[in-house]
Structures are given as structure tokens and as C-alpha cells.
Nanobody
Framework: QVRLVESGGGLVQPGGSLRLSCAAS????????MGWYRQAPGNQRERVAG???????NYADSVKGRFTISGDNAKNTVYLRIDSLKPEDTAVYYC????????????????WGQGTQVTVSS
């Protein structure tokens, strides 16, 4: 099986920065893309950033300029740096791995992490 483990969340003051990490482990041959989603109370889960195996990135319009996604293919790890944090960034942030190819299996899978809480408050 595959497991995604996020870390780096916490309580941050407005204007501060944070870096989230997500490491995928298991019987992984390759991952096509990884991304970050967030879900605030009462809201639907929204995609905020994604990165493909070729290094191309994309962001939700609402976070462009403040969020930076990066990855390490060799470690199956993705990072999300968040600058100039705002109270409205408060949410549970989830890591996603899509197009996952497992060793010995031709099918593609999608996996989610358990989420890490980010709270922006003074």
C-alpha cells in the first residue's frame, strides 16, 4: 500500500510563513503528479497547488504569489511554502498523489494524506 504523511502545520500569526511537507511511501514505481488541497470548516475541499513529475506547477488564483509548491521525485516528497499567511488560509491541508503506478501493477491509483491543520491567528 501507499501512505502519504503530511507535516509542518500549526498555529501561525498573520503575515507569517509556513512550509508543509508530504512524503509518499510504499510500493511506488512512479507518481504522475502531487498536489495540495485545503478544506476550511463549512467549505468544500479546494485544490490550491499542484506539481507534475516534469516539474510543472499550477496554482489556484486565490493563492498565486503566496504559495510555492516544490517536489523531490527521488524522495516522492512534495512541499508547500505559504508566505504572508492570512486568517482565511486557516484550513486542514491535504496532500494528494495522482497517477500513482505501483510496482507489479499496471493500474493507476490516487491517494490522500490524513491532513495537517494550519491555523492563522494572532
Amino acid at each position: 500500500q501507499v501512505r502519504l504523511v503530511e507535516s509542518g502545520g500549526g498555529l501561525v500569526q498573520p503575515g507569517g510563513s509556513l512550509r508543509l511537507s508530504c512524503a509518499a511511501s510504499g510500493n511506488i514505481f512512479s507518481i504522475n503528479a502531487m498536489g495540495w488541497y485545503r478544506q476550511a470548516p463549512g467549505n468544500q475541499r479546494e485544490r490550491v497547488a499542484g506539481i507534475s513529475s516534469d516539474g510543472s506547477t499550477n496554482y489556484a488564483d486565490s493563492v498565486k504569489g503566496r504559495f510555492t509548491i516544490s517536489g523531490d521525485n527521488a524522495k516522492n516528497t512534495v512541499y508547500l511554502r505559504i508566505d504572508s499567511l492570512k486568517p482565511e488560509d486557516t484550513a486542514v491541508y491535504y496532500c494528494n498523489a495522482d497517477g500513482v503506478l505501483l510496482r507489479g501493477d499496471w493500474r493507476l491509483y490516487e491517494y490522500w494524506g490524513q491532513g495537517t491543520q494550519v491555523t492563522v491567528s494572532s
